[in-house]
């Protein structure tokens, strides 16, 4: 069974400061990993994916998450963090033959000016 | 023009009454889905439609019915609303079924008094 897990709910970052939003997963076989952004009273926006290839994926807004099968993580990153960053930010996997994308439990990330 | 778009943004009605979300997409996508979040956040699906036949249908109570009309429109109706109804629904599209590249509705926030 697919699972994903974001540990923290809550990440409080400075304005130009890096930031970081932490996923782990759990899949059958390889997973094909997703990261959402959703802004208030707004739908969820797709930032990026990773199903094959280089570990480090580069998606939108400045955003990069890199994949690390041993620690089975997929973490997101951003080099300096923008106010407008603020939003609530999910990770998602899909494991091979699965039919539908399982979501995790979102972090709110605030960007402190 | 709004890719994904569902109707209506707010609904407030009473316990047992019977209610519809609409929603509909202009992006051509061949599949099409409804999502439930919770007050924390949880996002989980509940229905995929691809080419109007059902491919996902997880563990919903029987009051929940979609249709899908054409590959363009998939709506939720819920008979018989209880409080633990009270949500955000979120219509979403993709592509084709194993796309993970969601698109997603702004959401309907239903209320049950």
Redesign the interface.
């Given at each position: 069974a697919q699972s994903v897990a974001q540990p923290e709910d809550q990440v409080n970052v400075a304005e130009g400061n890096p930031l970081t939003v932490k996923c782990t997963y759990s899949v059958s076989g390889n997973p094909?990993l997703?990261w959402?952004v959703q802004y208030p009273?707004?739908?969820?926006?797709?930032l990026l994916?990773y199903i094959t290839g280089d570990n480090l994926v580069k998606g939108s807004y400045g955003f990069e998450a890199e994949f690390n099968k041993s620690q089975t993580s997929f973490h997101l990153k951003k080099p300096s963090a923008l106010v407008s960053d603020s939003a609530?930010y999910?990770c998602?996997v899909?494991e091979t033959g699965a039919?539908?994308?399982?979501?995790g439990?979102?972090t709110r990330l605030t960007v402190i000016p | 023009d709004t890719a994904v778009s569902q109707t209506p943004k707010y609904l407030v009605t009473q316990m047992g009454n019977d209610k519809s979300i609409k929603c509909e997409q202009n992006l051509g996508h061949d599949t099409m889905y409804w999502y439930k979040q919770d007050s924390k956040k949880f996002l989980k699906i509940m229905f995929s439609y691809n080419n109007k036949e059902l491919i996902i249908n997880e563990t919903v109570p029987n009051r929940f019915s979609p249709k899908s009309p054409d590959k363009a429109h998939l709506n939720l109706h819920i008979n018989s609303l209880e409080l633990g109804d009270s949500a955000v629904y979120f219509c979403a599209s993709s592509l084709r079924q194993y796309n993970e590249k969601l698109f997603f509705g702004s959401g309907t926030q239903l209320s049950v008094l």
């Open positions: 094909y997703f959402y009273n707004r739908g969820l926006q797709f994916k609530l999910f998602a899909r039919n539908n994308l399982f979501f439990t979102g | -």
